[in-house]
């Protein structure tokens, strides 16, 4: 039986399901392939772990990451750092392997101390204290974010992922089998790639949500000021009480290693400890509204000097 003579006993439905197959296959003979597998959208923390998630699980997966922000960007960012929790620190170290740059670039944690206040005293000694007094086993950091972002983005050019650098203006989804279309914008110039799967990992401005209408407003309406200050505060010396400095039981040899809180009422300020102390510039305005902003407990603590 000839191939005509076969068509002409498929139902109307069966060769119109034929029809639409051999037209899909026509189609995409004729696509191109698509530059890369992966195309991620961002270069902070989230777009670079995932790229070398990616690579490390997929080597032969074609991966492009495009990122607003050249880098290396400078270690002191517009974030106050960050302050790994147990499981964050064993992703970081375990995981990606970053041991080495955690144990040499980052600092260790050695706990929190939380001081709270009682009928206005201002001797800390005499505040009630919750902290931890020595190193725990279970290893934590504090970490500067522009240095870390850098150490990732090396370790992705070091394992053959490719980065762009460029705004994201619109991702054309494609149909089918069809590879999306990102545009991206360096300078003046406009740039298309195509990727088989497009994730979008570049923070607040993410173009997928907003493209998708995926974003919602939330209730949560809260506010902080951060500062960084250029030279080293010790706890230590806020009292000269011998039995109080005793709490510490490594002693006064890691102060820089303890995040303080402290808290009044409803208002709280931190003290958290970085790799490099620097400072820049600020307005007269913010300067003020930053002292106004943390003047509160630590205002009203009586310090030995």
């Known amino acids: 039986m000839n191939v005509q003579a076969q068509l002409s006993q498929l139902s109307k439905e069966s060769r119109e399901a034929l029809a639409q197959k051999i037209k899909s ?14 195309a991620v959208i961002g270069g902070g923390v989230a777009a670079l772990t995932l790229a070398l998630e990616i690579r490390r699980a997929r080597p032969e997966t074609r991966i492009r990451l495009i990122e607003s922000t050249a880098h290396p960007v400078p270690e002191i960012t517009h974030t106050v750092g960050e302050s790994t929790v147990e499981i964050a620190a064993q992703y970081l170290r375990d995981r990606l392997g970053l041991a080495d740059h955690l144990s040499t670039s980052q600092i260790r944690k050695m706990g929190l101390r939380m001081f709270f206040s009682h009928d206005g005293n201002t001797d800390i000694a005499q505040r009630v204290e919750l902290g931890s007094s020595a ?61 088989r799967w497009v994730v979008d990992a570049s923070g607040r401005n993410r173009a997928l949500p907003r493209k998708l209408d995926l974003r ?11 500062l960084r200050i250029a030279t080293e505060i010790d706890i230590g010396r806020w009292s ?51 002292r106004t902003a943390v003047r509160g407990d630590a205002g009203r603590i009586r310090t030995p000097d």
Do not use: M
């Open 135 to 195: 190193f725990t086993p279970q290893v934590t950091y504090q970490i500067d974010r522009g240095r870390l972002e850098n150490e990732l983005n090396r370790r992705c050019l070091s394992e053959g992922i490719e980065i762009a650098t460029g705004r994201v203006r619109s991702v054309d989804f494609g149909g089918g089998d069809r590879p999306h279309t990102i545009c991206v914008q360096h300078g003046d110039t406009l740039t298309h790639t195509t990727a």
């Open 216 to 226: 919602r407003a939330n209730d949560h309406n809260c506010n902080a000021v951060w």
């Open 240 to 290: 000269a009480d011998e039995s109080w400095q005793a709490r510490l039981v490594l002693g006064l040899a890691y102060p820089a290693r303890l995040g303080i809180h402290q808290r009044r009422h409803c208002r709280r300020s931190w003290l958290s400890p970085v790799r490099r102390f620097q400072h820049t510039r600020q307005s007269p305005s913010l300067a003020r509204g930053v």
């Open 25 to 38: 296959r026509l189609l995409n003979a004729e696509t191109a392939r698509p530059d890369h597998d992966v």
